[in-house]
């Protein structure tokens, strides 16, 4: 596993992506924008249960090249309801 180029920060209620290099004191922006003083010290368990960040998630897929939705299938999720349906008709007495 090489060294990624970012890491999460529990901020304003949510987790955010900043980048790796940033110490305790730094001024800058999150991956989606939100300007961040690095804060000192260790989050609490609290801010770590806090949500992750929609837009720092894709922010942090985009830069990696990890897709969004890998899984996601437009045209066969509708060719397969059709064919559910033709089979329950056909199988009706
Ligand atoms: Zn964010």
Redesign the pocket.
């Known amino acids: 596993m090489g060294a990624r180029p970012f890491r999460w920060l529990p ?1 304003a209620g ?4 900043i980048r790796c290099e940033l110490v305790a004191g730094d001024v800058d922006k ?5 300007p961040l003083t690095v804060p000192r010290g260790c989050s609490s368990n609290v801010q770590w249960c806090w949500p992750t ?5 894709a ?1 942090w897929r985009r830069f990696e090249g990890i897709p969004l939705f890998p899984r996601q299938e437009v045209e066969g999720g509708s060719a397969r309801r059709k064919a559910t349906q033709v089979a329950k008709s056909g199988s009706r007495p």
């Open positions: 901020l949510s987790r955010h992506a999150t991956l989606c924008g939100v960040c929609a837009a720092c998630d922010a």
